[in-house]
């Protein structure tokens, strides 16, 4: 899995449906449950517990009994990208945020650059929960390789899979990014419209059939698809633009995705799996005539993510520490993931399978943990000039 980044490089610009967007439609459910009442200045007063955060994580009940036990007041900043709390603590949010959540491989620079500090999981008893895929030995996404030190807790996770219709397409051919590319099914895909999942996703096709996916890497670690070489970016241009012909459309939001599946205008489409989650209860509702599944993780690579609770650098204090350490294992207890898996439309890193209906085992993709491990993580590409350029020429073709 990959953590890697160039801290000097400026984010990449979004366009497109984003997962947050996703995760916002799917909370809107529950909105009961999103802790708004909480929300304060960074500047709050010294008792407080200030976090920066994504809303749908926030859990009303969940934060007003920690509050009343550590007697502090939760002070929750909430972003919907991991660029803009970046800059927030880049700027001096050290002092600020006490608590910080980022995904991907955004944990690791933090890390790197001294915006975060070490963690100390025999004070977080409840990382024994966790799904075997996301014990500390099994993911190493968060432990710095120099010092052997853990930084950060994993928390929810999920990827960007393929949902396809299991009437019109083989689970074989499902299994396969092929499938995104197959003239088989010509005017009934469709893609998302951010640039950096189509040509990451590409990426792996091209360094598959190029060969090159298990071949040393110029920078001497393991194939990133946020790392293409010059000619691994030539074969995805290429590719991309052979795909146009075949797409009916670019979707713009998960509500355009849900319609293109349900009418049956498109029969698969790459997604963060919360259409599939929809689809899913619908059709269990009886609401929906068709059947569709998600792979995961298609057999030549997939990309993923894992939502991380991190603690600012600027908790120096040992009693702050604790606290800290404190919010973080209440956050993953199971009764606490169980709501948070349904406020967010997440999977949870931690096994509430004791909790869970058997449908919801289902619909969280709480037996498919292992297929997170070997996935590339979501990263920032090591060129946005080079990947903007290359998907413009993809545009115009």
Not at 159 to 187: Q, R
Not at 323 to 331: R, S
Not at 335 to 341: A, K
Not at 343 to 372: H, K, P
């Amino acid at each position: 899995m990959t953590s890697t980044n160039d801290s000097n490089k400026a984010a990449p610009r979004k366009s497109g449906p984003s997962r947050r967007g996703a995760m916002k439609t799917i909370a809107g459910a529950a909105a009961a449950l999103v802790a708004a009442p909480y929300i304060r200045p960074a500047s709050a007063a010294p008792t407080a517990l200030r976090a920066l955060m994504w809303e749908a994580y926030a859990v009303r009940d969940v934060i007003g009994a920690f509050e009343e036990k550590h007697k502090v007041k939760f002070a929750p900043t909430f972003f919907d990208g991991n660029s803009e709390a970046y800059n927030k603590l880049r700027v001096g949010g050290t002092k600020d945020f006490d608590l910080v959540q980022a995904d991907g491989f955004w944990p690791s620079l933090y890390f790197r650059e001294k915006l975060i500090r070490d963690m100390d999981y025999a004070k977080i008893p409840g990382t024994a929960n966790y799904f075997p895929a996301f014990k500390p030995d099994a993911f190493p996404l968060l432990k710095d390789e120099t010092s052997g030190v853990f930084f950060g807790v994993p928390f929810c996770w999920g990827s960007y899979g393929i949902t396809y219709n299991v009437g019109e397409v083989p689970v074989e051919k499902a299994k396969s990014l092929e499938l995104l590319f197959s003239p088989d099914y010509s005017g009934r895909l469709a893609t998302n419209a951010r640039f950096e999942e189509n040509i990451a996703l590409a990426g792996i096709m091209v360094a598959h059939r190029m060969g090159t996916i298990d071949k040393p890497r110029p920078d001497g670690k393991s194939f990133n698809p946020y790392k293409l070489t010059d000619e691994e970016l030539d074969g995805v241009e290429k590719l991309l633009i052979e795909q146009k012909p075949l797409l009916l459309t670019r979707y713009q939001d998960a509500a355009t995705l849900e319609q293109l599946l349900v009418s049956g205008a498109i029969v698969a489409a790459p997604e963060f799996a919360q259409v599939y989650r929809l689809m899913l209860e619908k059709k269990a509702k009886g609401e929906l005539d068709i059947t569709v599944d998600h792979t995961l993780k298609p057999k030549e690579g997939g990309l993923g993510w894992v939502d991380t609770w991190l603690i600012s650098s600027g908790v120096t204090d040992a009693e702050k520490a604790d606290i800290c350490h404190a919010f973080i294992d209440t956050m993953i207890k199971p009764e606490t993931m169980v709501q948070i898996g349904k406020a967010s439309g997440c999977s949870t890193t931690i096994d509430i399978r004791l909790l869970s209906s058997a449908e919801d085992q289902v619909l969280y993709l709480m037996n498919r943990t292992d297929e997170l491990r070997g996935m590339y993580m979501f990263d920032q590409p090591s060129s946005t000039e080079k990947w903007e350029r290359v998907w413009s020429r993809v545009q115009a073709a």
